[in-house]
Protein backbone atom coordinates (compact mmCIF):
# COMPACT_ATOMS: atom_id res chain seq x y z
CA UNK A 1 0.00 0.00 0.00
CA UNK A 2 1.10 3.60 -0.81
CA UNK A 3 1.24 6.49 1.81
CA UNK A 4 0.80 9.58 0.76
CA UNK A 5 3.54 10.68 1.78
CA UNK A 6 5.01 8.33 -1.44
CA UNK A 7 3.13 10.43 -3.45
CA UNK A 8 4.32 13.59 -2.42
CA UNK A 9 7.93 12.80 -2.98
CA UNK A 10 6.93 11.71 -6.28
CA UNK A 11 5.02 15.43 -7.62
CA UNK A 12 7.10 17.16 -5.81
CA UNK A 13 7.40 17.95 -2.26
CA UNK A 14 7.76 22.37 -2.70
CA UNK A 15 7.29 22.94 -5.74
CA UNK A 16 5.60 25.45 -7.99
CA UNK A 17 2.07 23.75 -7.41
CA UNK A 18 2.41 24.26 -3.92
CA UNK A 19 3.92 27.65 -3.69
CA UNK A 20 1.37 29.14 -6.16
CA UNK A 21 -1.40 27.17 -3.49
CA UNK A 22 -0.19 28.85 -0.53
CA UNK A 23 -0.32 32.46 -2.29
CA UNK A 24 -3.49 31.48 -3.35
CA UNK A 25 -4.44 31.11 0.34
CA UNK A 26 -2.59 34.17 1.84
CA UNK A 27 -4.13 36.69 -0.20
CA UNK A 28 -7.19 36.26 1.75
CA UNK A 29 -5.01 36.52 5.25
CA UNK A 30 -3.97 39.99 3.86
CA UNK A 31 -7.38 41.55 4.81
CA UNK A 32 -8.24 39.65 7.56
CA UNK A 33 -6.65 42.29 9.95
CA UNK A 34 -8.41 45.04 9.34
CA UNK A 35 -11.93 42.91 9.68
CA UNK A 36 -10.46 42.16 13.23
CA UNK A 37 -8.74 44.75 14.80
CA UNK A 38 -9.76 47.77 12.35
CA UNK A 39 -12.46 49.01 14.60
CA UNK A 40 -9.97 50.13 16.83
CA UNK A 41 -9.33 52.93 14.53
CA UNK A 42 -12.85 54.16 13.79
CA UNK A 43 -13.63 54.89 17.42
CA UNK A 44 -10.99 56.76 18.28
CA UNK A 45 -11.78 59.32 21.51
CA UNK A 46 -12.36 62.87 20.62
CA UNK A 47 -12.97 65.99 22.38
CA UNK A 48 -17.32 66.13 23.02
CA UNK A 49 -18.61 68.07 24.99
CA UNK A 50 -23.01 68.04 25.89
CA UNK A 51 -25.39 69.87 23.08
CA UNK A 52 -26.66 72.31 25.25
CA UNK A 53 -28.75 74.44 21.95
CA UNK A 54 -31.38 74.90 24.66
CA UNK A 55 -30.03 78.22 25.61
CA UNK A 56 -29.80 79.63 21.83
CA UNK A 57 -33.71 80.02 22.39
CA UNK A 58 -33.21 82.71 24.88
CA UNK A 59 -29.29 83.46 23.42
CA UNK A 60 -28.92 83.48 19.92
CA UNK A 61 -26.38 86.06 19.84
CA UNK A 62 -23.98 84.22 22.20
CA UNK A 63 -20.56 82.92 21.14
CA UNK A 64 -19.45 79.27 21.31
CA UNK A 65 -17.16 79.83 24.35
CA UNK A 66 -19.84 81.82 25.89
CA UNK A 67 -22.71 79.37 25.09
CA UNK A 68 -20.33 76.11 26.81
CA UNK A 69 -19.22 78.60 30.01
CA UNK A 70 -22.99 79.10 30.97
CA UNK A 71 -24.13 75.67 30.43
CA UNK A 72 -21.63 73.30 30.86
CA UNK A 73 -19.89 72.41 34.38
CA UNK A 74 -16.00 71.97 34.36
CA UNK A 75 -13.48 68.94 35.99
CA UNK A 76 -11.18 69.77 38.68
CA UNK A 77 -8.60 70.49 35.88
CA UNK A 78 -10.59 73.22 34.75
CA UNK A 79 -11.57 71.77 31.50
CA UNK A 80 -15.48 71.13 30.17
CA UNK A 81 -17.01 68.25 31.49
CA UNK A 82 -17.50 65.66 28.54
CA UNK A 83 -20.55 63.67 30.08
CA UNK A 84 -22.91 66.48 32.12
CA UNK A 85 -24.26 69.46 31.35
CA UNK A 86 -26.29 72.21 33.97
CA UNK A 87 -29.75 71.29 33.63
CA UNK A 88 -32.07 73.67 31.13
CA UNK A 89 -34.15 76.21 32.68
CA UNK A 90 -37.17 78.32 31.65
CA UNK A 91 -35.20 81.88 32.67
CA UNK A 92 -34.24 84.72 30.40
CA UNK A 93 -30.98 85.29 29.73
CA UNK A 94 -29.97 87.72 31.80
CA UNK A 95 -31.40 85.58 34.97
CA UNK A 96 -29.28 82.84 33.86
CA UNK A 97 -25.84 84.94 33.81
CA UNK A 98 -26.28 86.73 36.75
CA UNK A 99 -27.08 83.63 38.91
CA UNK A 100 -25.43 80.88 37.18
CA UNK A 101 -26.74 77.51 36.81
CA UNK A 102 -25.53 74.81 39.62
CA UNK A 103 -27.82 71.41 39.04
CA UNK A 104 -26.19 69.41 36.76
CA UNK A 105 -27.57 65.92 34.69
CA UNK A 106 -26.08 63.48 32.00
CA UNK A 107 -26.30 64.99 28.35
CA UNK A 108 -29.65 64.81 27.14
CA UNK A 109 -30.03 65.92 23.87
CA UNK A 110 -26.71 64.48 22.30
CA UNK A 111 -23.46 65.62 21.72
CA UNK A 112 -21.17 67.93 20.02
CA UNK A 113 -17.82 67.25 18.25
CA UNK A 114 -15.16 68.99 16.20
CA UNK A 115 -16.70 70.41 13.03
CA UNK A 116 -13.68 69.37 11.25
CA UNK A 117 -14.07 65.63 12.30
CA UNK A 118 -14.79 62.81 9.64
CA UNK A 119 -17.35 60.68 10.57
CA UNK A 120 -16.30 57.68 12.59
CA UNK A 121 -17.96 54.87 14.49
CA UNK A 122 -17.89 57.29 17.88
CA UNK A 123 -19.47 60.54 16.36
CA UNK A 124 -21.85 58.85 14.06
CA UNK A 125 -23.54 56.39 16.84
CA UNK A 126 -22.33 58.61 19.94
CA UNK A 127 -19.78 56.06 21.34
CA UNK A 128 -19.24 58.36 24.55
CA UNK A 129 -20.17 58.90 28.17
CA UNK A 130 -22.66 56.05 29.60
CA UNK A 131 -22.28 54.05 25.79
CA UNK A 132 -18.26 54.27 25.25
CA UNK A 133 -18.43 50.72 26.74
CA UNK A 134 -20.21 50.21 23.52
CA UNK A 135 -16.70 49.85 21.35
CA UNK A 136 -15.51 47.00 23.64
CA UNK A 137 -18.64 45.18 23.35
CA UNK A 138 -18.90 45.48 19.64
CA UNK A 139 -15.12 43.88 19.62
CA UNK A 140 -16.70 40.69 21.77
CA UNK A 141 -19.69 40.26 19.71
CA UNK A 142 -17.01 40.22 16.45
CA UNK A 143 -15.09 37.42 18.57
CA UNK A 144 -18.50 35.50 19.46
CA UNK A 145 -18.92 35.32 15.69
CA UNK A 146 -15.36 33.89 15.18
CA UNK A 147 -16.27 31.19 18.07
CA UNK A 148 -19.81 30.04 16.03
CA UNK A 149 -17.31 30.00 13.10
CA UNK A 150 -14.79 27.53 14.86
CA UNK A 151 -18.37 25.45 15.69
CA UNK A 152 -19.72 25.58 12.35
CA UNK A 153 -17.00 25.34 9.84
CA UNK A 154 -14.20 22.89 11.66
CA UNK A 155 -16.06 20.18 11.57
CA UNK A 156 -18.02 21.29 8.24
CA UNK A 157 -14.62 21.42 6.30
CA UNK A 158 -13.53 17.72 7.58
CA UNK A 159 -17.25 16.69 6.12
CA UNK A 160 -17.55 18.40 2.75
CA UNK A 161 -14.22 19.45 1.98
CA UNK A 162 -11.54 22.33 2.48
CA UNK A 163 -11.85 23.93 -1.01
CA UNK A 164 -16.00 24.47 -0.82
CA UNK A 165 -15.85 25.80 3.21
CA UNK A 166 -13.12 28.01 2.22
CA UNK A 167 -14.93 29.72 -1.27
CA UNK A 168 -17.99 29.92 0.92
CA UNK A 169 -16.44 31.48 3.92
CA UNK A 170 -14.39 34.68 1.42
CA UNK A 171 -18.60 35.21 0.02
CA UNK A 172 -19.67 35.65 3.65
CA UNK A 173 -17.05 38.03 4.33
CA UNK A 174 -17.02 39.98 1.04
CA UNK A 175 -20.61 40.47 1.01
CA UNK A 176 -21.80 41.11 4.76
CA UNK A 177 -17.61 43.00 4.90
CA UNK A 178 -19.40 45.64 2.61
CA UNK A 179 -23.51 45.47 3.40
CA UNK A 180 -21.80 46.96 6.98
CA UNK A 181 -20.62 50.34 5.25
CA UNK A 182 -24.17 51.12 4.79
CA UNK A 183 -25.74 49.92 8.21
CA UNK A 184 -28.13 53.24 9.80
CA UNK A 185 -27.60 51.82 13.59
CA UNK A 186 -25.37 50.28 16.07
CA UNK A 187 -27.22 47.71 16.66
CA UNK A 188 -27.41 46.60 13.72
CA UNK A 189 -23.55 47.05 12.79
CA UNK A 190 -22.66 44.30 15.58
CA UNK A 191 -25.09 41.73 13.93
CA UNK A 192 -23.46 41.98 10.45
CA UNK A 193 -20.18 42.31 12.09
CA UNK A 194 -20.92 39.03 13.98
CA UNK A 195 -22.21 37.43 10.84
CA UNK A 196 -19.09 38.53 9.01
CA UNK A 197 -16.72 37.18 11.69
CA UNK A 198 -18.05 33.65 11.45
CA UNK A 199 -17.04 34.02 7.46
CA UNK A 200 -13.70 35.38 8.38
CA UNK A 201 -12.96 32.10 10.98
CA UNK A 202 -14.17 29.89 7.94
CA UNK A 203 -10.81 31.50 6.26
CA UNK A 204 -8.28 31.02 9.01
CA UNK A 205 -9.21 27.69 10.26
CA UNK A 206 -9.35 26.37 6.29
CA UNK A 207 -6.40 28.07 4.80
CA UNK A 208 -4.48 25.52 6.98
CA UNK A 209 -5.09 21.84 6.41
CA UNK A 210 -4.63 23.46 2.73
CA UNK A 211 -1.11 24.89 3.53
CA UNK A 212 -0.22 21.85 5.67
CA UNK A 213 -2.11 18.84 3.89
CA UNK A 214 -0.19 19.41 0.20
CA UNK A 215 3.32 19.47 1.54
CA UNK A 216 5.60 17.20 3.13
CA UNK A 217 7.25 17.46 6.87
CA UNK A 218 10.20 19.33 6.55
CA UNK A 219 7.96 22.14 4.52
CA UNK A 220 5.10 22.33 6.72
CA UNK A 221 5.92 25.30 8.71
CA UNK A 222 7.24 27.30 5.96
CA UNK A 223 3.89 26.82 3.96
CA UNK A 224 1.92 27.76 7.36
CA UNK A 225 4.00 30.69 8.33
CA UNK A 226 4.42 32.21 4.60
CA UNK A 227 0.61 32.78 4.82
CA UNK A 228 0.29 34.40 8.35
CA UNK A 229 3.10 36.61 7.26
CA UNK A 230 0.16 38.07 4.73
CA UNK A 231 -1.58 38.41 8.55
CA UNK A 232 1.83 40.69 9.04
CA UNK A 233 1.59 42.61 5.75
CA UNK A 234 -2.50 42.85 6.86
CA UNK A 235 -1.29 44.39 10.16
CA UNK A 236 0.69 47.36 7.72
CA UNK A 237 -1.86 47.85 5.11
CA UNK A 238 -4.68 48.28 8.24
CA UNK A 239 -2.21 51.19 9.81
CA UNK A 240 -1.72 53.24 6.16
CA UNK A 241 -5.42 52.70 5.29
CA UNK A 242 -6.53 53.83 8.65
CA UNK A 243 -4.67 56.61 8.65
CA UNK A 244 -5.21 57.89 5.21
CA UNK A 245 -9.01 57.14 5.21
CA UNK A 246 -10.61 58.40 8.28
CA UNK A 247 -14.42 58.05 7.25
CA UNK A 248 -15.68 55.35 8.83
CA UNK A 249 -17.63 53.92 5.86
CA UNK A 250 -15.12 54.46 2.99
CA UNK A 251 -12.73 52.35 5.26
CA UNK A 252 -15.14 49.86 5.49
CA UNK A 253 -15.15 49.56 1.97
CA UNK A 254 -11.71 50.11 1.13
CA UNK A 255 -10.99 46.95 3.44
CA UNK A 256 -13.62 44.71 2.24
CA UNK A 257 -14.09 45.32 -1.46
CA UNK A 258 -10.20 43.83 -2.92
CA UNK A 259 -12.29 40.19 -1.83
CA UNK A 260 -14.41 40.57 -4.32
CA UNK A 261 -11.11 40.56 -7.07
CA UNK A 262 -10.42 36.94 -5.64
CA UNK A 263 -13.56 35.36 -7.03
CA UNK A 264 -11.41 33.38 -9.25
CA UNK A 265 -10.87 31.07 -6.65
CA UNK A 266 -13.80 29.43 -7.49
CA UNK A 267 -11.45 27.65 -11.04
CA UNK A 268 -8.38 27.51 -9.47
CA UNK A 269 -8.21 26.80 -6.16
CA UNK A 270 -8.26 23.20 -5.21
CA UNK A 271 -9.42 20.36 -2.90
CA UNK A 272 -6.69 18.53 -0.52
CA UNK A 273 -6.11 15.18 -2.01
CA UNK A 274 -4.48 13.95 1.45
CA UNK A 275 -8.49 14.77 2.37
CA UNK A 276 -9.91 13.11 -0.40
CA UNK A 277 -8.02 10.01 -0.18
CA UNK A 278 -9.16 9.74 3.38
CA UNK A 279 -13.01 9.66 2.45
CA UNK A 280 -12.01 7.12 -0.25
CA UNK A 281 -12.74 9.94 -3.59
CA UNK A 282 -9.72 8.10 -5.04
CA UNK A 283 -10.25 9.13 -8.55
CA UNK A 284 -11.21 12.48 -7.76
CA UNK A 285 -7.42 12.85 -5.64
CA UNK A 286 -5.85 10.84 -8.58
CA UNK A 287 -6.85 14.10 -10.78
CA UNK A 288 -5.43 16.50 -8.75
CA UNK A 289 -2.08 14.93 -8.18
CA UNK A 290 -1.59 14.27 -11.24
CA UNK A 291 -2.39 18.10 -11.77
CA UNK A 292 0.57 19.15 -9.07
CA UNK A 293 3.12 16.73 -10.87
CA UNK A 294 2.14 18.28 -14.16
CA UNK A 295 2.33 21.90 -13.08
CA UNK A 296 5.72 20.85 -11.03
CA UNK A 297 6.82 18.93 -14.20
CA UNK A 298 6.89 15.66 -12.43
CA UNK A 299 5.35 12.30 -13.68
CA UNK A 300 4.21 9.89 -10.63
CA UNK A 301 5.15 6.40 -11.44
CA UNK A 302 1.76 5.02 -12.60
CA UNK A 303 2.70 2.06 -10.00
CA UNK A 304 2.05 4.73 -7.17
CA UNK A 305 -1.48 5.52 -8.52
CA UNK A 306 -2.45 2.09 -9.51
CA UNK A 307 -1.63 1.45 -5.08
CA UNK A 308 -3.43 4.46 -4.59
CA UNK A 309 -6.88 2.06 -4.86
CA UNK A 310 -5.82 0.25 -1.53
CA UNK A 311 -6.68 3.25 0.22
CA UNK A 312 -10.31 2.53 -1.11
CA UNK A 313 -11.37 1.91 1.88
CA UNK A 314 -12.80 5.25 4.12
CA UNK A 315 -11.92 6.01 7.05
CA UNK A 316 -13.90 7.19 10.19
CA UNK A 317 -13.33 9.54 12.78
CA UNK A 318 -15.25 11.71 14.37
CA UNK A 319 -15.00 14.67 16.98
CA UNK A 320 -16.04 12.58 19.64
CA UNK A 321 -12.48 10.41 18.83
CA UNK A 322 -10.40 13.71 20.31
CA UNK A 323 -12.67 13.01 23.76
CA UNK A 324 -12.89 9.80 23.90
CA UNK A 325 -9.26 8.75 23.16
CA UNK A 326 -6.60 9.23 25.96
CA UNK A 327 -3.63 10.52 23.82
CA UNK A 328 -5.95 12.91 21.54
CA UNK A 329 -7.68 14.10 24.67
CA UNK A 330 -4.44 15.25 26.18
CA UNK A 331 -3.48 17.10 23.20
CA UNK A 332 -6.74 18.65 22.40
CA UNK A 333 -6.87 20.11 26.15
CA UNK A 334 -3.59 21.84 26.20
CA UNK A 335 -3.16 22.54 22.67
CA UNK A 336 -6.73 24.07 23.78
CA UNK A 337 -5.04 26.21 26.50
CA UNK A 338 -2.24 26.93 24.51
CA UNK A 339 -4.72 28.55 21.81
CA UNK A 340 -6.67 30.41 24.65
CA UNK A 341 -4.13 32.24 26.47
CA UNK A 342 -2.11 33.11 22.61
CA UNK A 343 -5.23 34.47 21.50
CA UNK A 344 -6.27 36.26 24.81
CA UNK A 345 -2.78 38.18 24.47
CA UNK A 346 -2.75 38.79 21.07
CA UNK A 347 -6.00 40.57 21.16
CA UNK A 348 -5.28 42.40 24.69
CA UNK A 349 -2.29 43.90 23.07
CA UNK A 350 -3.84 44.52 19.36
CA UNK A 351 -7.35 45.97 20.83
CA UNK A 352 -4.99 48.80 23.68
CA UNK A 353 -3.23 50.12 20.81
CA UNK A 354 -4.87 53.48 22.01
CA UNK A 355 -3.68 52.73 25.75
CA UNK A 356 -0.19 52.87 25.21
CA UNK A 357 0.42 56.47 25.36
CA UNK A 358 2.08 56.86 21.97
CA UNK A 359 -0.13 57.73 18.58
CA UNK A 360 -2.11 55.03 17.67
CA UNK A 361 -0.97 54.92 13.91
CA UNK A 362 2.62 54.88 15.11
CA UNK A 363 2.20 52.37 17.32
CA UNK A 364 0.13 50.04 14.66
CA UNK A 365 3.00 50.57 12.29
CA UNK A 366 5.33 49.31 15.15
CA UNK A 367 2.55 45.99 15.87
CA UNK A 368 2.82 45.28 12.29
CA UNK A 369 6.14 46.15 11.29
CA UNK A 370 7.33 43.78 14.37
CA UNK A 371 4.83 40.67 13.47
CA UNK A 372 6.47 40.28 10.09
CA UNK A 373 10.28 39.20 11.58
CA UNK A 374 7.90 37.48 14.42
CA UNK A 375 6.00 35.34 11.74
CA UNK A 376 9.33 34.35 9.59
CA UNK A 377 11.82 33.86 12.62
CA UNK A 378 9.22 30.71 13.64
CA UNK A 379 10.09 28.96 10.94
CA UNK A 380 14.10 28.87 12.38
CA UNK A 381 12.78 28.52 15.44
CA UNK A 382 10.94 25.37 14.79
CA UNK A 383 13.68 24.12 13.39
CA UNK A 384 15.82 25.00 16.23
CA UNK A 385 13.70 24.41 19.08
CA UNK A 386 11.32 22.10 17.72
CA UNK A 387 7.57 22.72 18.14
CA UNK A 388 7.16 22.22 21.96
CA UNK A 389 9.53 24.25 23.26
CA UNK A 390 9.06 27.27 20.71
CA UNK A 391 5.39 27.05 21.64
CA UNK A 392 6.34 26.73 25.24
CA UNK A 393 8.95 30.11 25.40
CA UNK A 394 6.88 31.90 23.58
CA UNK A 395 3.55 32.37 25.41
CA UNK A 396 6.24 32.66 28.17
CA UNK A 397 8.10 35.62 26.43
CA UNK A 398 4.66 37.27 26.03
CA UNK A 399 2.68 36.85 29.67
CA UNK A 400 6.24 38.42 31.11
CA UNK A 401 6.10 41.43 28.80
CA UNK A 402 1.98 42.09 29.94
CA UNK A 403 3.59 41.53 33.51
CA UNK A 404 6.94 44.24 33.73
CA UNK A 405 4.49 46.46 31.64
CA UNK A 406 2.26 46.28 34.82
CA UNK A 407 5.18 48.38 37.18
CA UNK A 408 5.90 50.98 34.12
CA UNK A 409 4.88 54.11 35.35
CA UNK A 410 1.87 55.07 32.98
CA UNK A 411 3.59 58.71 31.92
CA UNK A 412 6.87 56.05 30.55
CA UNK A 413 4.79 55.41 27.22
CA UNK A 414 7.62 54.76 25.12
CA UNK A 415 8.81 51.97 27.53
CA UNK A 416 5.74 51.27 27.68
CA UNK A 417 5.02 51.31 24.06
CA UNK A 418 8.70 48.64 23.26
CA UNK A 419 7.29 46.28 26.15
CA UNK A 420 4.28 46.07 24.50
CA UNK A 421 6.00 45.66 21.03
CA UNK A 422 8.04 42.86 22.30
CA UNK A 423 5.03 41.11 23.58
CA UNK A 424 3.16 41.16 20.53
CA UNK A 425 6.42 39.85 18.76
CA UNK A 426 5.86 36.99 20.80
CA UNK A 427 2.36 36.40 20.57
CA UNK A 428 2.03 36.56 16.52
CA UNK A 429 4.58 33.76 16.61
CA UNK A 430 2.74 31.78 19.39
CA UNK A 431 0.35 32.17 17.16
CA UNK A 432 1.76 31.19 14.08
CA UNK A 433 3.23 28.38 16.09
CA UNK A 434 0.31 27.08 17.57
CA UNK A 435 -1.37 26.26 13.98
CA UNK A 436 2.05 24.38 12.65
CA UNK A 437 2.22 22.32 15.85
CA UNK A 438 -1.99 21.64 15.70
CA UNK A 439 -1.92 20.79 12.63
CA UNK A 440 0.48 17.95 12.94
CA UNK A 441 -1.03 16.48 16.00
CA UNK A 442 -4.36 15.90 15.06
CA UNK A 443 -5.11 13.36 12.27
CA UNK A 444 -6.68 14.28 8.93
CA UNK A 445 -9.58 12.80 9.06
CA UNK A 446 -10.50 15.10 12.37
CA UNK A 447 -7.78 17.30 11.71
CA UNK A 448 -10.81 20.60 11.35
CA UNK A 449 -12.38 19.50 13.88
CA UNK A 450 -9.22 19.30 16.28
CA UNK A 451 -7.96 23.09 14.96
CA UNK A 452 -11.65 24.03 15.15
CA UNK A 453 -12.26 22.83 18.84
CA UNK A 454 -8.72 24.81 19.79
CA UNK A 455 -10.21 27.55 17.33
CA UNK A 456 -13.27 27.76 19.60
CA UNK A 457 -10.97 27.87 22.82
CA UNK A 458 -9.09 30.79 20.78
CA UNK A 459 -12.32 32.37 19.95
CA UNK A 460 -13.13 32.46 23.74
CA UNK A 461 -10.71 34.02 24.92
CA UNK A 462 -11.28 36.91 21.54
CA UNK A 463 -14.40 37.33 23.30
CA UNK A 464 -13.09 38.25 26.93
CA UNK A 465 -9.99 40.18 25.78
CA UNK A 466 -12.13 43.42 25.35
CA UNK A 467 -14.12 42.72 28.59
CA UNK A 468 -11.12 42.04 30.82
CA UNK A 469 -9.59 45.68 29.10
CA UNK A 470 -13.23 47.63 30.68
CA UNK A 471 -11.50 46.49 34.49
CA UNK A 472 -9.07 49.11 33.84
CA UNK A 473 -11.45 51.45 35.11
CA UNK A 474 -10.81 50.11 38.71
CA UNK A 475 -7.35 49.66 38.49
CA UNK A 476 -4.93 50.53 35.04
CA UNK A 477 -2.69 47.28 36.07
CA UNK A 478 -5.67 44.45 35.90
CA UNK A 479 -5.74 43.88 32.23
CA UNK A 480 -2.28 43.45 31.92
CA UNK A 481 -2.03 41.51 34.97
CA UNK A 482 -4.41 39.48 33.99
CA UNK A 483 -3.33 39.06 30.08
CA UNK A 484 0.74 38.17 31.66
CA UNK A 485 -0.46 35.80 34.20
CA UNK A 486 -2.63 33.31 32.52
CA UNK A 487 -0.37 33.39 29.26
CA UNK A 488 2.27 32.15 31.36
CA UNK A 489 0.34 29.47 32.86
CA UNK A 490 -0.19 28.36 29.43
CA UNK A 491 3.09 28.48 28.38
CA UNK A 492 3.82 26.60 31.43
CA UNK A 493 1.61 23.64 30.01
CA UNK A 494 2.86 23.56 26.43
CA UNK A 495 6.27 21.54 27.91
CA UNK A 496 3.89 18.79 28.86
CA UNK A 497 2.71 17.80 24.60
CA UNK A 498 4.32 15.56 22.60
CA UNK A 499 6.75 17.06 20.34
CA UNK A 500 6.33 16.67 16.28
CA UNK A 501 9.47 18.05 14.73
CA UNK A 502 9.95 15.72 11.77
CA UNK A 503 7.10 13.33 12.55
CA UNK A 504 4.60 12.70 9.40
CA UNK A 505 1.12 13.78 9.53
CA UNK A 506 -1.56 11.24 11.03
CA UNK A 507 -4.04 10.27 8.88
CA UNK A 508 -5.98 7.89 11.69
CA UNK A 509 -7.05 8.41 15.24
CA UNK A 510 -5.47 4.84 16.32
CA UNK A 511 -1.85 5.85 15.83
CA UNK A 512 -0.81 6.54 19.19
CA UNK A 513 3.33 7.39 19.21
CA UNK A 514 4.59 9.44 16.07
CA UNK A 515 6.09 8.20 13.40
CA UNK A 516 9.60 9.36 11.85
CA UNK A 517 10.22 10.44 8.33
CA UNK A 518 10.87 7.36 6.26
CA UNK A 519 13.94 7.82 4.20
CA UNK A 520 13.06 5.87 1.84
CA UNK A 521 9.77 7.43 0.60
CA UNK A 522 9.23 6.67 -3.44
CA UNK A 523 10.03 3.92 -5.79
CA UNK A 524 13.64 4.06 -7.61
CA UNK A 525 13.70 7.72 -9.81
CA UNK A 526 13.79 7.06 -13.47
CA UNK A 527 16.72 8.93 -14.94
CA UNK A 528 15.05 11.75 -16.77
CA UNK A 529 13.03 12.15 -13.26
CA UNK A 530 16.67 12.45 -11.29
CA UNK A 531 18.01 14.98 -13.95
CA UNK A 532 15.06 17.16 -13.30
CA UNK A 533 15.33 16.91 -9.58
CA UNK A 534 19.09 17.80 -9.62
CA UNK A 535 18.59 20.40 -12.33
CA UNK A 536 15.90 22.53 -10.25
CA UNK A 537 18.00 22.00 -6.83
CA UNK A 538 20.50 23.61 -9.18
CA UNK A 539 18.06 26.79 -9.53
Known amino acids: MVEFRDLLSALGEFCLYQKLLVLLLSLPLLLNPFQMVGQVFMVVDVPHYCNTDWIRAVGPNLTEEEQLNLTLPRDADGEYEQCSMYSPVDWDLDSIVAYGLNTTEKCSNGWVYPTAQQPSLLTEFDLVCDRKDLGDISQSVFMAGLLIGSIIFGPLSDRIGRRPVLLISMLGQSLFGLAIAFLPNFTVYMIF ?17 LATEWVDVSHRPKAVLITHCFLALGQLVLAGLSYGIRNWRLLQIAGTAPMFALFFYFWVLPESARWLVTKGKIEEAKKYLKKAASINKRTIPPELLDQLKCEAQ ?9 LRKKHLLKVTLIMSCAWFVGSLVYYGLSLNVTGFGLDIYLTQVAFGVVELPGRLSCIYLLK ?3 RKKTQAVLLLLAGLMCLIIVGIPEDQAVAITVLAVVGKFASCASFSTSYVYAAELFPTIVRQSGV ?13 APLILLLEQYHHAIPMATYGSVTMLGGLLCFLLPETSGVELPDDTVTNKPQKRSTLQTLPKTDSEEKGINSEKNI
Open 452 to 464: GLCSMAARVAGII
Open 384 to 386: WLG
Open 314 to 322: TKSGSILDL
Open 193 to 209: RCIMATAVSGILITTLP
